[in-house]
């Protein structure tokens, strides 16, 4: 007998068509049995906790199909509720789904699998659940479909992109160190969504790039090292007439429709006093803007209203980084680290199907920094947010001749890569600790 595997836990609330009357926390708890015949059977249970982390776990049932059996542990509450026990055994299926990979892995044993679980008519998808997904609000929404999304196909490499956790550098005699010289570093990261904060209505930032990192390469820094930081600004334009129609907007949705009523009054009494002798100038305006035709008071007076001119902050846009690098190995050894370094960028920036091929999930980002000789942050440098790798071309050919080793690789690779951050720049990035720093931040 194998160790058993226990998914993970999930509230049910019981009480009449679901109305939250008690809140039940139930996971599901599978000890795989290997026969002498070399097939598996599986035992599958039912545990309760009390609580959401796990605590006072104990097996209140074991499932044979689609039928539990309860022992003493389980309660009436449970046991003679069939809307309730429908909703664990429901719950069950799911969960087993979630570690179905970590228990059977050939066809015969997921059958096997399915069969305890009362899945035998279901496929070799992660999860068949054909239930309309509940979403009560933005967040559970999100979670519902980054669930649903599905696994990775097979194939697609989500960690290990190099080997140990040790980075792929080039080339080999790169010192690193006391007396190295500056590099510049590329960690790819295992993207991840920023979740909406229906508080605030903004979206959270994503976890520590250190704690997503999947792999590293280490390059020289090239030549032609650049960045630039762009806002928009835009022209803007309000008439008298416009901050008028504003105020009364305002007004009605602040104080009500009467108030709104009254700042029209108001307005209009400001704006005729205003006019003085050229109450005909305001008629014309108002005139021509009842018709539709706001250029009445120009083609009667030759007057235009002030636009009040001003150019007024649009928002920012996000930066965008280019690098180019010639990679000429000098030995087999790095020859095979330049081909997976190219192997690397190709493979991390490509789009992830699912196992069902319904969604395409997003590639792999890069956190990218300028390191001095000591490894640290480069202080005379920019630094980065988080970026999407855009664009990656290859060059196979860079010094125009096609030339080869005795194993097939060639003699130089010239790399080109884009890089988008995910994230604007702001003020409170450069952080305020003090007097102005010496050094360039972002």
């Given at each position: 007998?194998?160790?058993?595997?226990?998914?993970?836990?999930?509230?049910?609330?019981?009480?009449?068509?679901?109305?939250?009357?008690?809140?039940?926390?139930?996971?599901?708890?599978?000890?795989?049995?290997?026969?002498?015949?070399?097939?598996?059977?599986?035992?599958?249970?039912?545990?309760?906790?009390?609580?959401?982390?796990?605590?006072?776990?104990?097996?209140?049932?074991?499932?044979?199909?689609?039928?539990?059996?309860?022992?003493?542990?389980?309660?009436?509450?449970?046991?003679?509720?069939?809307?309730v026990i429908n909703r664990i055994n429901k719950e069950s299926r799911h969960q087993a789904s979630t570690i179905e990979n970590q228990l059977a892995t050939t066809s015969a044993d997921k059958s096997a699998f399915n069969k305890a679980n009362g899945n035998g008519n279901?496929g070799n998808e992660a999860d068949n659940n054909q239930d309309p997904p509940k979403m009560s609000n933005l967040n559970s929404a999100a979670s519902t479909l980054n669930a649903g999304a599905g696994k990775a196909a097979a194939g697609t490499r989500e960690k290990n992109?190099?080997?140990?956790?040790?980075?792929?550098?080039?080339?080999?005699?790169?010192?690193?160190?006391?007396?190295?010289?500056?590099?510049?570093?590329?960690?790819?990261?295992?993207?991840?969504?920023?979740?909406?904060?229906?508080?605030?209505?903004?979206?959270?930032?994503?976890?520590?790039?250190?704690?997503?990192?999947?792999?590293?390469?280490?390059?020289?820094?090239?030549?032609?090292?650049?960045?630039?930081?762009?806002?928009?600004?835009?022209?803007?334009?309000?008439?008298?007439?416009?901050?008028?129609?504003?105020?009364?907007?305002?007004?009605?949705?602040?104080?009500?429709?009467?108030?709104?009523?009254?700042?029209?009054?108001?307005?209009?009494?400001?704006?005729?006093?205003?006019?003085?002798?050229?109450?005909?100038?305001?008629?014309?305006?108002?005139?021509?803007?009842?018709?539709?035709?706001?250029?009445?008071?120009?083609?009667?007076?030759?007057?235009?209203?002030?636009?009040?001119?001003?150019?007024?902050?649009?928002?920012?846009?996000?930066?965008?980084?280019?690098?180019?690098?010639?990679?000429?190995?000098?030995?087999?050894?790095?020859?095979?680290?330049?081909?997976?370094?190219?192997?690397?960028?190709?493979?991390?920036?490509s789009p992830i199907r699912t196992k069902s091929r319904l969604f395409l999930k997003s590639p792999h980002t890069f956190q990218l920094s300028y390191r001095n000789s000591k490894g640290d942050d480069h202080k005379y440098l920019n630094k980065f947010k988080e970026c999407?790798?855009?664009?990656?071309?290859?060059?196979?050919?860079?010094?125009?001749?096609?030339?080869?080793?005795?194993?097939?690789?060639?003699?130089?690779?010239?790399?080109?890569?884009?890089?988008?951050?995910?994230?604007?720049?702001?003020?409170?990035?450069?952080?305020?600790?003090?007097?102005?720093?010496?050094?360039?931040?972002?």
């Open positions: 007998m194998a160790d058993p595997v226990t998914s993970g836990i999930k509230s049910i609330y019981t009480g009449r068509d679901g109305l939250k009357k008690t809140q039940v926390y139930t996971a599901t708890k599978i000890t795989p049995t290997t026969l002498p015949s070399g097939n598996k059977t599986y035992k599958v249970e039912i545990v309760q906790y009390d609580n959401r982390k796990g605590e006072g776990g104990r097996v209140i049932g074991t499932k044979n199909g689609n039928k539990i059996s309860w022992n003493d542990n389980a309660s009436n509450e449970i046991k003679k509720d069939e809307k279901k992109f190099t080997a140990k956790g040790k980075p792929l550098v080039f080339p080999q005699s790169l010192r690193r160190g006391g007396d190295g010289q500056d590099f510049l570093k590329f960690d790819m990261l295992k993207y991840e969504p920023r979740d909406f904060d229906d508080k605030s209505f903004s979206f959270k930032k994503r976890s520590n790039p250190n704690t997503r990192t999947i792999g590293t390469v280490i390059l020289p820094i090239p030549g032609g090292i650049q960045d630039g930081q762009n806002v928009g600004y835009g022209d803007s334009r309000m008439t008298p007439l416009d901050m008028a129609k504003a105020n009364i907007a305002l007004s009605a949705v602040e104080e009500g429709l009467g108030a709104g009523v009254a700042a029209a009054g108001d307005a209009a009494q400001t704006l005729a006093a205003g006019m003085g002798d050229n109450k005909k100038a305001l008629a014309a305006v108002i005139a021509g803007m009842a018709a539709g035709a706001g250029d009445l008071l120009t083609r009667t007076t030759g007057a235009v209203a002030n636009p009040n001119m001003e150019l007024l902050f649009n928002g920012p846009s996000l930066r965008t980084f280019s690098f180019q690098f010639l990679l000429a190995p000098r030995s087999q050894k790095e020859a095979k680290d330049v081909i997976k370094i190219i192997r690397f960028f190709k493979q991390g920036m999407a790798l855009s664009t990656f071309g290859v060059n196979y050919t860079p010094n125009g001749n096609y030339s080869t080793y005795e194993d097939g690789v060639m003699t130089a690779y010239q790399m080109t890569m884009t890089y988008r951050e995910l994230n604007p720049i702001y003020n409170d990035d450069y952080g305020n600790s003090g007097p102005l720093p010496a050094e360039i931040g972002f």
